[in-house]
């Protein structure tokens, strides 16, 4: 009797641990890891813009200065995966394995190529191929993708799934070369459709084989900033400093048109100058890249002039009105600055 209860007690207890495997067994299986290929690339060069189209302008996107300035390519990869359950009822964010929050994916420099389109315009885009390891879940039916690269490390910020709303702030490495880390900011517009479709949706995502291609634009505006000082006060007006006051250095990723303030309690505001000679003291231009910051259906960038006659400064706002183009990428802006009278 004694060695048969033994023997029925081992027998318990090996289905209780029998029982305990095959729950852990089942946590793992809720997803398997897979190597998703990526195909990331900018600058955008949209043919859509000009198929068809009498006198059509180039076809690169709108604020996309094209190859005739120098771009540092991306080296920090920022991609959100979107899961949604086959119910429909609960989605999460995934992220790549290695991908850290501060820092995100580093990218190797050696998987980019350049392709030059063959339009009049001569533009080129640079392609990011490569492959990320991540974990999808069996529980799935789509999958959507908001991914930002960057030159330097940024701080993205969101909540629960709402990527759309996310934000971001440049990081440390960027201070007194902000204007620099933003020309080299590249994001997927929330906005941008393609047959009513959010453009960033994952190829094949029920398969076992799905994938990543889609292409990035900028987030950041280029500002081409002109002076010119009338010749009835040139002798009494002689620029020295030209400083662009409150610059944000951070807002909205994925959403760049629908910024509403340069500052917000987690973004700080910089200033960036421009310090001119004899040769531009009366006119001459600048460009540089800003976040825009939507005013009343305008851009409004506050300035301070410092005319070295008397060393005094004064307060102008360059207001830039958008283009009537939908408002999917950020637009190539235009500011002037006319000086009529001394201070």
Not at 5 to 12: D, T
Not at 61 to 69: K, V
Request: hydrophobic fraction near 35%; glycine fraction near 6%.
């Amino acid at each position: 009797m004694k060695i048969r209860k033994i023997i029925a007690l081992l027998l318990v207890a090996e289905a209780l641990f029998l029982v305990s495997c095959s729950s852990d067994t089942a946590d793992d299986t809720d997803g398997r890891m897979v190597r998703m290929p990526i195909v990331l690339a900018i600058p955008a060069n949209d043919a859509s813009l000009t198929a068809g189209a009498a006198g059509a302008k180039a076809t690169r996107a709108e604020g996309d200065p094209g190859t005739y300035e120098k771009f540092q390519l991306p080296s920090h990869l920022y991609i959100y995966l979107i899961n949604t359950s086959i119910s429909g009822t609960s989605s999460k964010v995934l992220t790549p394995e290695g991908m850290d929050l501060n820092n995100g994916y580093i990218l190797d420099p050696k998987k980019w190529t350049k392709t030059t389109t063959q339009d009049n315009n001569k533009d080129s885009i640079y392609t990011y191929t490569d492959q990320i390891r991540i974990i999808i879940p069996e529980d799935r039916s789509t999958g959507v993708v908001y991914a930002a690269m960057s030159s330097v490390p940024i701080t993205v910020n969101y909540t629960g799934t709402d990527l759309a709303d996310a934000t971001f702030v440049l990081g440390t490495e960027a201070t007194g070369t902000e204007s620099e880390a933003l020309k080299n900011l590249y994001s997927s517009p929330y906005n941008n459709m393609v047959n009513g479709t959010y453009y960033g949706t994952v190829k094949d995502y029920n398969s076992n084989s799905p994938y990543i291609n889609m292409v990035l634009y900028h987030v950041a505006s280029k500002l081409d900033l002109q002076w010119n000082v009338d010749a009835s006060v040139q002798d009494k007006v002689k620029l020295s400093k030209i400083e662009l006051t409150g610059l944000s250095s951070g807002g909205y990723i994925f959403k760049p048109l629908e910024n509403t303030s340069a500052s917000t309690a987690s973004t700080p505001t910089y200033t960036e100058t421009f310090t001119l000679d004899a040769g531009s003291q009366w006119y001459g231009r600048k460009a540089t890249y800003v976040i825009p910051v939507n005013n009343e259906g305008s851009y409004q960038f506050p300035m301070t002039l410092t005319n070295s006659v008397s060393t005094k400064t004064t307060n102008a706002t360059a207001k830039v009105t958008p283009s009537s183009t939908p408002g999917v990428f950020v637009p190539w802006m235009v500011g002037t600055v006319k000086i009529t009278k001394s201070w």
